[in-house]
């Protein structure tokens, strides 16, 4: 019971860091204003939906993204949608690529050494949920829907290509931070050349 009520509290923290980042990045595309002045709540399937204090729904399609004391918040205005995932570095690839990697995907992280596969296998997962989150599914969508076709991460953002069951492409960005990765996915593809704010990933001590 302990072990629970501590994994609850951590999972809370995470999520209130994230809603914090989230804030201070609409502020900052809001000048005068300040994190007090904005309301974020899930709508129906879990997608964060930002609103002024008024409770008015705000023009934007706001991404956010929180593991192990690492928050990530992202916004773009509609009807463009945005997913983004910040994600560390999976210490044991085979317990996620066995279960949720397409064939082609388990290749791609079996090509190379143990590093290799760490590397490959975090890029992939965080490429997945931010289309996922982009697409409004989230982790309710089967993560073998959605196919990496190609990356080359690196400590900038360089561009991966998707491919959904349904044969649609998706494109997004790919970026190695220290012990992870961050992507990011939008839709459609050809409004990636829209006005986009990314938080910078912050890290919390405590």
């Known amino acids: ?117 760490r590397t490959w296998a975090t890029c992939i997962w965080a490429l997945k949920e931010a289309a996922l989150k982009a697409l409004g599914d989230g982790l309710r969508r089967s993560t073998q829907s959605i196919e990496v076709v190609q990356m080359s991460p690196g400590p900038a953002f360089s561009p991966a290509l998707m491919r959904c069951d349904d044969g649609t492409s998706l494109i997004a960005s790919i970026r190695l931070i220290p012990q992870g990765a961050v992507a990011v996915c939008i839709i459609p593809a050809q409004a990636d050349d829209l006005p986009l704010q990314i938080s910078e990933t912050e890290v919390f001590l405590s």
Do not use: W
């Not at 879990?46 to 956010?64: H, W």
């Open 1 to 117: 019971a302990l072990i629970g009520a501590r994994a609850c509290s951590k999972r809370r923290s995470d999520f209130l860091r994230g809603r914090i980042v989230a804030k201070r990045l609409l502020s900052s595309i809001h000048p005068g204003s300040t994190i007090e002045d904005f309301i974020v709540l899930p709508n129906d399937g879990g997608v964060p939906i930002p609103f002024d204090r008024n409770l008015t729904p705000l023009p934007y399609s706001l991404t956010i993204s929180h593991t192990e004391r690492i928050a990530l918040a992202g916004v773009v205005k509609l009807p463009v949608k945005l997913g983004a995932d910040v994600e560390r570095t999976i210490e044991r690839p085979a317990f996620v690529v066995d279960d949720y990697f397409t064939s082609i995907e388990r290749d791609q992280v079996r090509q190379g050494d143990f590093e290799h596969q």
